[in-house]
């Protein structure tokens, strides 16, 4: 075991749990992958909403797309002006910041014109309010996301992946897609956007489109969405996210690769009853259905 | 007007016109991206511009495809096509480098491409039987647009479309990844966008010029990577990233004013929705 293996696996662990959980809440904000179903269906349904409908394919493509271009931005920097990977990655970050408001400005404005119908007006001020928090939380994603496929091509013990860092980001990216669309989306889907059914029936196809569009006070907004999802949904798909990377390296660090592989079933083996476990008690504490 | 819930879509603009501009404006970039004038500055944005075109036909088979009620399976055939379109453009320009033939090329590819599309399609349409007319005709077309696209952007940053020159500056450094995810955004999400019911084929266009100048753009940035192509003092990278981002703020303002024609209201104000009672 080398300890500064060891090391930059914890800093990848803590990179990726950054990434995790700031896109977990960006996307949130945008209402993007799953829960964006149902605002989209909203309008048909009589709720007029201002929501953001950020429609920019599934998180897996989306995030694959920016980490992709501050990965392949980032390495243009690094080889050519040998530039400190800290800014060379920011900078990377920062072009794929700007290509991602602009997507969300596009997809917004056509799901919402799409639907015009209905009567769903383009809220200007919701959107312009929401790209700020949007830009700001998927930079922070990607330099992170960015930072993890970096330090896996560094030249040390364990580590130095032969894969150039653009295509080493795209897999991130999309991995760190996967993960938050997942993970998070149920915090926002299933229970902020039907918090007004009892939690553990599960949404009916009756009941699709048939969002709660109110907060506490007054009208909610993707702003609303973002403040609950940071309690929650984003801090779990981070440490998920975290974890997953953390102890996929760690355990070929510690173990070896014959050895990691034993010490992976076994941790996923134990994560399952886990999951069961804590389903099981959730449904029974707080569920609507007894035996 | 499209439905986007099952049927064929309606178009002001013919799909066999922006098949001709995909496949003739695709190709003659692509050619044109390996003439040696002012220093090969001008070939690169041929090339890049031909791959905008493709990227625009691409984006109106998707349209044409999705209508049918994909819904969530628009990125996916975006996905799949454009896996196919790499595969279809590599194996085209390297048979082409194998037969000591570059110039065939890119017609390689787009063939190559073509095929690989339709027989996805017709194990989709055969084996699993998926009832949608167009289905076959689409993925061959998305597939071969993915292939000169990707083909006239790498072309872009080589400075030719030779497999020695892709390999070298495309592949190695992994921007073919970037290529291969960021063209699948570029041709599925204009579609993706704006489906509902009240979806607009110009507006989609509109949007598909825009996602297609924007990769134009970033390949502008990437194109440092060869720093060979210079006339006069400018780089050919500069000439991409000036001319990609002009037509992008173009299309893109375009389309945002298309958008703002087109909605129910446009309001700035926090005003609360009146339905909900």
Known sequence: ?291 | MSAAGGGPSEADISPEVLLALGVIGGLLGIYLSDINVLGGVIAPVLGSLGAVCAIIWGADAIRRVASYGLGTGVPSIGYMSLALGIIGALVGVALAATLNLTIIGPVLGLVAGLILGAVVGIVAKVIVKMKIAVLIRCTAEISGAAALAVLGFSSAIAGGYGLDLILAKVIAPGFIALFFIFVTMAIQHPFNACLGPNENQVRTIKLAVSTAFSVMTITGILAIFNPSLVYAGVPAWLVILVIGAIGWVVSLKSFICASNEAAAEVSWNAEIPKVEE
């Not at chain 1, 090391?7 to 992958?33: F, H, K, N, Y």
């Not at chain 1, 080889?79 to 400005?105: D, E, K, Q, R, W």
């Not at chain 1, 907060?215 to 907004?221: A, D, E, F, Q, T």
């Not at chain 1, 609950?228 to 798909?237: E, N, R, S």
């Open chain 1, 1 to 291: 075991m080398d300890p500064i293996t060891l090391g930059v696996v914890a800093l990848m662990g803590a990179a990726a749990t950054i990434a995790g959980a700031t896109e977990d809440i960006e996307t949130d904000i945008g209402s993007e992958s799953n829960p964006n179903s149902q605002v989209q269906l909203a309008p048909q349904m009589g709720h007029l909403h201002r929501f953001i409908n950020k429609a920019t394919s599934g998180e897996p493509v989306a995030y694959g797309v920016w980490a992709g271009v501050a990965g392949s931005v980032a390495y243009l920097f690094l080889h050519l002006f040998n530039l400190n990977p800290v800014i060379a990655i920011a900078a990377g970050a920062s072009v794929a910041a700007l290509v991602h408001t602009i997507y969300t400005v596009t997809s917004h404005l056509g799901r919402i014109v799409g639907q015009s119908q209905f009567g769903q007006p383009v809220y200007w001020d919701a959107l312009t309010q929401a790209l700020g928090p949007i830009a700001g939380h998927g930079f922070i994603a990607n330099f992170s996301i960015v930072a993890v496929a970096y330090l896996i091509t560094l030249p040390i013990e364990g580590l130095a992946h032969p894969f150039p860092l653009p295509l080493l980001a795209v897999m991130w990216g999309i991995t760190l897609g996967a993960i938050g669309s997942s993970t998070g989306d149920v915090h926002y889907g299933t229970e902020s956007e039907f918090q007004q059914y009892p939690f553990g029936g599960g949404i009916p196809v009756a009941n699709h489109g048939d969002i709660n569009i109110k907060s506490s006070v007054g009208i909610k907004n993707s702003i609303d969405v973002g403040n609950f999802c940071a309690k929650f949904g984003g801090p779990l798909t981070g440490i998920c996210f975290g974890l997953l990377v953390f102890i996929s390296f760690w355990i070929t660090v510690i173990f070896g690769l014959y050895g990691g592989l034993v010490a992976g079933i076994i941790i996923v083996l134990i994560l399952i009853i886990l999951n069961n476990r804590i389903e099981v008690f959730a449904r029974k504490t707080y569920g609507p259905y007894k035996e």
